[in-house]
């Protein structure tokens, strides 16, 4: 059982450059999420989705775009990466019952801007 | 104000002893809680949901005070493999995301 995955696992990137990074899960959830931590700062979200072709803004977008074209897939975009954006990106899904059941993580991407 | 607050440590504690965290939430609209565990360079995993009535799981217990608005878990008996940093996670009414502190780290000490 899969859970969820993410790719790629590590990443350097020079400033300027763009990326992609792709978020499945197999469980069949319908919320998904991009957060990032840094050192001292704990989880922070990016974005969310709370279905296929919905995404919204979490506190921390900008510099970052999400796509959910499909409900299993999350992807987050860097257009033109900034050393500021040097991370550990995690993506999680979780199931919406009558409430917001646990979340469940990928193994997280590292990315390093230069 | 942060919608989850933890002691962020770091707690140094010898193989064997007991050791309690505590976390506050500020909205009492607050719907689930849950505690997660991280272990260094890895994702958050979730050690234990906490309900209304406290709940254990081994080693740990989990209490709920909604009165007071934290939720708490307790370690008896500790592991080196205990070692980790400890979040606190709160979902609210209406809200589509998940609230996580910034974690508690754990050391046991041989």
């Known amino acids: 059982n899969a859970g969820v995955t993410q790719t790629p696992k590590f990443r350097v990137l020079k400033t300027g450059q763009s990326m992609t990074l792709l978020c499945a899960q197999d469980?069949?959830?319908?919320?998904m999420y991009w957060y990032r931590q840094d050192p001292g700062m704990g989880l922070r979200l990016i974005h969310y989705s709370v279905g296929e072709g919905t995404t919204a803004k979490g506190e921390v977008p900008d510099g970052y775009n999400v796509s959910r074209l499909k409900k299993q897939n999350f992807l987050l975009g860097l257009e033109s990466a900034a050393p500021s954006q040097t991370s550990v990106y995690f993506c999680?899904?979780?199931?919406?019952?009558?409430?917001?059941?646990?979340?469940?993580f990928g193994q997280g991407t590292r990315l390093t801007v230069v | 104000r942060k919608e989850v607050e933890q002691d962020p440590g770091p707690f140094n504690v010898p193989e064997g002893a007991t050791v309690a965290f505590n976390c506050t939430y500020s909205?009492?609209?607050?719907?689930?809680f849950f505690w997660y565990r991280q272990d260094c360079r890895k994702e958050p995993k979730l050690l234990m949901s906490v309900y209304s009535s406290g709940n254990e799981d081994g080693r740990f217990t989990a209490q709920l005070n909604r009165a007071s608005q934290y939720i708490s878990l307790l370690i008896r008996d500790s592991k080196l493999s205990d070692s980790a940093t400890y979040l606190c996670?709160?979902?609210?009414?209406?809200?589509?995301?998940?609230?996580f502190g910034t974690g508690t780290r754990l050391t046991v000490i041989p």
């Open positions: 999680a899904s979780s199931r919406l019952r009558t409430y917001l059941t646990e979340a469940f």
């Open positions: 996670v709160v979902t609210l009414t209406g809200a589509n995301n998940l609230f």
């Open positions: 909205n009492s609209a607050s719907q689930s």
């Open positions: 469980m069949n959830h319908e919320y």
